[in-house]
């Protein structure tokens, strides 16, 4: 299996921050790469597909990147609703795997 | 905006059979365009994907679960279904249904249902 880990595992920061997760996968899935957002109590929501497509009507200020190996998710500014863990999943190769997550909370 | 609910049972017992339904309310399983998947998550951890269903019946799961899942979809009820056999307490966890877009350049879970706990004990 393909191993996803997300760091670092928990983040706190301040509002209107800039905000950067990282997920590294054990070998190359090119950009087939996805982050999703969960908030406490509720079922994950898409936010980004492909490394970098932002999923329609999520906000501009979400953004991801990388390829390969390497891949990151971006808050530009951190708002009070974006807390919540944040999760990258592979779908490269099967099974699917999900990163550990990254709890994001409010400094 | 199309909406999945799972239902079933909150409770069973080890060894037994875990029984989940998902009812897919404002679009149809029949479509071309999607995949229908199970993803559960323990606890207090991550999430697990365990399988997949086409509306034709094909099916690909995880193999960590050592083939102890079926799948079926019944497009005259619009919901597909997960039997999970001989489950133990590490089978303990929400279990979400949810729509798998899968395009040439997409496969992504972009719609869930609300998740639903099902606690494995005697």
């Known amino acids: 299996d393909i191993q996803m880990t997300q760091s670092p595992s928990s983040l706190s920061a301040s509002v209107g921050d800039r905000v950067t997760i990282t997920c590294q996968a054990s070998q190359d899935i090119s950009n087939h790469l996805n982050w999703y957002q969960q908030k406490p109590g509720k079922a994950p929501k898409l936010l980004i597909y492909d490394a970098y497509n932002l999923e329609t009507g999520v906000p501009s200020r979400f953004s991801g990147g990388g390829s390969a190996t390497e891949f990151t998710f971006t808050i530009s500014s951190l708002q009070p609703e974006d807390i919540a863990i944040y999760y990258c999943q592979q779908y490269h190769d099967l099974p699917y795997t999900f990163g550990q997550g990254t709890k994001l909370d409010i400094k | 905006q199309p909406q999945l609910q799972e239902s079933g049972p909150g409770l069973v017992k080890p060894s037994q059979t875990l029984s989940l339904t998902c009812t897919v309310s404002?679009?149809?399983?029949?479509?071309?365009?999607?995949?229908w998947g199970w993803i559960r998550q323990p606890p207090g951890k991550g999430l697990e994907w365990i399988g997949s269903i086409y509306y034709s019946g094909s099916t690909y799961d995880n193999p960590s679960l050592k083939s102890r899942v079926t799948m079926s979809a019944d497009t005259s009820k619009n919901e597909f279904s997960l039997k999970m056999r001989s489950v133990t307490a590490a089978d303990t966890a929400v279990y979400y249904c949810?729509?798998?877009?899968?395009?040439?350049?997409?496969?992504?879970?972009?719609?869930w249902g609300q998740g639903t706990m099902v606690t494995v004990s005697s």
């Open positions: 404002g679009d149809s399983i029949s479509s071309r365009s999607y995949y």
């Open positions: 949810a729509r798998q877009r899968l395009q040439k350049r997409e496969n992504v879970f972009d719609i």
